[in-house]
C-alpha cells in the first residue's frame, strides 16, 4: 500500500479551511552563519501546534456517519493525540486517547481541552497498543494510528505539498528537505509530495539517539526493532521502528538520516527560540540540531528546507533549556 500525490492532493482539499498554511521563514543571520540559505516550515503555528492536525482530520473526515457516531481511539505521547482530539471536536464524534502516564502535561492539559477522553498507561508495563485495542472492541470505535495509515500520511504531506509551493513562489529550487522521523508518516507524506514536484530534491531525515530505528531499517534493507535502553528530550519521537506502509515509501525516497544526540537537540531548541523567536519543542527541533551539528552534508549556498514539525514543549522545560549555558 502506498500513497500518491494524487492522495496528498485529495488530502489538502479535504484540510482548505481548518488546516492552517503554515509560513516559510527565513533568518538571514542564521544563514550566514550556516552557510547555506534555510527555510523553516513553521508546524509550530499549525492548529494543535504541530503537523499532527494535518493526518488526524484527513482520516477522521472520511469516516462514514456510523463511524463517526461510536468514535475513534488513538495512541500517542501528545501531538497525535491533541490531533486527534481536535479533528474529532470538530467533526462532533468523541475520542479516547491512550497516553503514557509520563507525558508532557502540556499535551495533555491540551489534550483534554479539546475535549477528549484521556486514558493513561504505563510505557514500560503496559501495551498501548492492547489497551487502545480493548477500548475500541468495547466502544465499536475507530484506532487511529499515528503513522502507519495511507490517510494519515497523505494528510501529513500537505505540509510537503505546501512547502514545496512556498519556496517555488519565492524562486528557490529545493537541494534538500530535512524531517524529523519517528513512526515516518510526516518523512513519508513530505518525501512523497515534494518529490513529485521537485525529484532532484535530496530527503533527509533525523532521530535522536538511541531511536535511530529508521537510519539502521534503511542500512539493513529490512525493518529493524530497537529495544531503546533509556528515553530522548525528543519524547514526540521515541517510536522503536518505522511504519510497515512508511518504510518502503522511506526506502524510495529518502537520502539518509541523520542522528542527534540530547545536547544537540537543546542548542537547536535555544537557537530557535533566541535566533528565530520560535517556540518548538525538542523533537520538532530535530532537523535543526542536525544542520547546526552539520551532521547532513550539503554543498555552501545550498538552499535547504527544515521542518519544525511541533512546538509542545513543557514550559519547565524550556526554561531549563534557556538557561542552560549556550555551547560554545
Not at 492522495?7 to 484540510?15: G, T
Not at 493526518?55 to 493525540?81: D, I, K, T, W
Request: glycine letters at 10%.
Amino acid at each position: 500500500m502506498s500513497v500518491t500525490l494524487t492522495d496528498i492532493e485529495a488530502a489538502a482539499a479535504r484540510l482548505a479551511g481548518q488546516a492552517l498554511e503554515t509560513p516559510l521563514l527565513r533568518n538571514p543571520a542564521l544563514d550566514e552563519r550556516l552557510g547555506l540559505t534555510v527555510l523553516f516550515k513553521a508546524e509550530t503555528l499549525q492548529r494543535v501546534g504541530a503537523f499532527k492536525f494535518r493526518g488526524a482530520y484527513n482520516r477522521l473526515v472520511q469516516l462514514s456517519p456510523a463511524e463517526r457516531q461510536a468514535g475513534v481511539v488513538a495512541f500517542s505521547s501528545g501531538n497525535h493525540a491533541q490531533g486527534v482530539a481536535l479533528a474529532a471536536r470538530l467533526l462532533d464524534m468523541p475520542a479516547v486517547i491512550v497516553m503514557p502516564s509520563d507525558a508532557p502535561q502540556v499535551k495533555v492539559a491540551a489534550t483534554r481541552g479539546y475535549g477528549a477522553e484521556v486514558r493513561f498507561y504505563d510505557r514500560l508495563t503496559e501495551s498501548r497498543e492492547a489497551i487502545a485495542a480493548e477500548l475500541a472492541q468495547a466502544r465499536g470505535a475507530i484506532i487511529v494510528p499515528a503513522f502507519d495509515d495511507p490517510h494519515i500520511i497523505a494528510g501529513q504531506g500537505t505540509a510537503g505539498l505546501e512547502l514545496a509551493a512556498q519556496a517555488a513562489a519565492l524562486g528557490l529550487s529545493l537541494d534538500a528537505v530535512v524531517v524529523p522521523v519517528s513512526g515516518g508518516g510526516l518523512a513519508a507524506g513530505v518525501a512523497t509530495a515534494v518529490k513529485a514536484r521537485s525529484p532532484a530534491t535530496a530527503i533527509w531525515g533525523v532521530e535522536p539517539k538511541g531511536f535511530d530505528d529508521t537510519r539502521q531499517s534503511l542500512a539493513a534493507g529490512a525493518r529493524q526493532v530497537l529495544k531503546p535502553q533509556g528515553r530522548t528530550l525528543c519524547d514526540s519521537l521515541e517510536s522503536p521502528f518505522p511504519g510497515e506502509i512508511t518504510f518502503p515509501i522511506l526506502q524510495a525516497h529518502m537520502a539518509g538520516v541523520a542522528v542527534v544526540d540530547d545536547a544537540e537537540v537543546a542548542r537547536a531548541v535555544r537557537c530557535a527560540a533566541l535566533d528565530l523567536k520560535l517556540v518548538v519543542e525538542p523533537g520538532g527541533a530535530a532537523g535543526l540540531a542536525a544542520l547546526l551539528a552539520g551532521k547532513i552534508s550539503l554543498r555552501p549556498g545550498a538552499v535547504v528546507a527544515v521542518i519544525l514539525s511541533g512546538g509542545n514543549i513543557d514550559p519547565a522545560l524550556l526554561a531549563q533549556i534557556l538557561a542552560e549555558p549556550a555551547a560554545s
